[in-house]
């Protein structure tokens, strides 16, 4: 009952409209420095097959027909971008639809003896087998070093992370590219390795989705909070790109094939295979990325209160335009933040977060797409139905 009680709040929020919702080496390409697993593929024992999501234990009503969540594609998604998110970009999202309209989430108590679920996510492995809905990304390989792919790195950390949790009373799904259809899980992991067309970039990095609910950003807080700590390894600050927070298997309002909207998600980034000081640890010390990531992982689950059914709904938010021209975008929420860009009401201003009266937005200047805060009090909902133009390839 009072779990209802609970949602109310946010689904007023919604109603109004108001809101709630983020190195340089010089390499010599020696790949017999590396010090990889001789043969991460043949410890693949536990690749899932279908983690029947299905049986999830809780049920919620994604609210489908709400507003899609722009994808567009980053700025930043140079070299070191993946190019498998890349279309995630945002075709068409749906026009905005009051919340109110798809009926109140109703979260299922979950049984107090049913043990926490993960998926962990092996990017790219297997992206050959990707349905038709995804059929673009067929050939997304990923990074790479040498002769070792970005999937077989992925799965060696994943085949570590997986019997640390398992040994917490963690039940795990290894999932290859290909994420079965609505899979629901306590919480969902993207394992993903970077690389660039240099070995100078570096670091790691981690994003929720776009719209990420509260529980997808404690999940990437504990996790975040682990891995630098725990591998040593410094963090990319300021490299997550469109891609990332438009990742496929996140896009629930467009794909059949990924988690259902109320999955706790991010993508990691775990550092770039390209890089010589991050090989050091990600091939010469793959348990401490392991642990780190599992720590992490546990420290979420710990902290999570399960039947807290609102923290798992993703925001909602109206299409906005602003209410004058000359409205600014700024680089942080905050009225001497950099500027970005000057938008009048003919610009569609596309929100994702809300903080102390800020939105953080999508939106286009030209051909710049622009990702940056506006004040709330200077924009307005609209009813309007957003398109995107389909975003080129890297
Ligand atoms: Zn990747």
């Known amino acids: 009952m009072h779990l209802s009680v609970r949602l109310l709040p946010l689904m007023l929020l919604s109603i109004v409209l108001l809101v709630a919702c983020t190195p340089v080496y010089a390499l010599v390409p020696t790949p017999t420095a590396v010090v990889p697993d001789p043969s991460p593929v043949a410890r693949a024992a536990p690749i899932l097959a279908a983690p029947t999501p299905t049986q999830a234990v809780r049920s919620f009503d ?24 890349t279309g995630e970009a945002a075709e068409v999202p749906a026009p905005e639809v009051a919340p109110e309209a798809t009926g109140i989430p109703t979260p299922t108590p979950r049984d107090p003896a049913t043990p926490p ?40 950390i994943v085949n570590r992370i997986t019997p640390l949790l398992e040994a917490e009373g963690v039940v795990v799904d290894i999932i290859p590219a290909t994420v079965p259809p609505g899979y629901d899980a306590d919480a969902f992991l993207a394992i993903h390795a970077d690389g660039s067309t240099s070995g100078g970039p570096r670091g790691w990095k981690l994003a929720t989705p776009w719209r ?21 390894m410094p963090e990319d600050v300021g490299g997550v790109t469109f891609n990332m927070k438009g990742y496929y298997a996140f896009s629930w309002r467009r794909y059949t094939h990924a988690i ?5 998600a991010i993508i990691v980034e775990m550092g770039f295979m390209t890089n010589a000081a991050d090989r050091e640890i990600l091939f010469g010390q793959p348990d401490r990325i392991a642990n780190a990531i599992a720590t992490g992982i546990l420290a979420y689950l710990k902290a999570r209160d ?26 942080i929420p905050q009225d001497n933040g950099r500027i970005l860009a000057r938008v009048g009401p003919d610009a569609r201003i596309v929100p994702f977060d809300l903080q102390d009266g800020w939105y953080q937005v999508f939106t286009r200047v030209g051909d710049q797409r622009i990702v940056g805060w506006v004040r709330e009090d200077q924009v307005a909902p609209t009813n309007e139905q957003s398109v995107f133009p389909t975003p080129t390839n890297p």
Do not use: C, F
Not at 134 to 155: D, K, M, Q, V
Not at 306 to 331: C, H, K, Q, S, W
């Open 260 to 264: 259902t909207s109320t999955t706790p």
């Open 306 to 331: 399960p039947n807290d059914g609102a923290a798992l709904l993703p925001p909602d938010y109206p299409v906005m335009r602003a209410l004058a021209e000359g409205t600014i975008i700024r680089a």
């Open 212 to 232: 990420a609910s509260e529980a997808s950003k404690a999940l990437m807080a504990a996790v975040g909070a682990a891995y630098g700590p725990g591998t040593g």
């Open 117 to 156: 679920r993960v998926g962990l996510q092996v990017g790219h492995l297997r992206s050959n087998e990707l349905p038709d809905e995804l059929a673009r990304l067929r050939t997304s390989t990923g990074a790479r070093w040498g002769r070792i792919t970005e999937a077989e790195l992925n799965l060696d």
């Open 62 to 85: 994604p609210a489908p027909t709400s507003a899609a969540v722009p994808s567009p594609v980053s700025p930043t998604a140079d070299a070191a971008d993946e190019q498998e998110p």
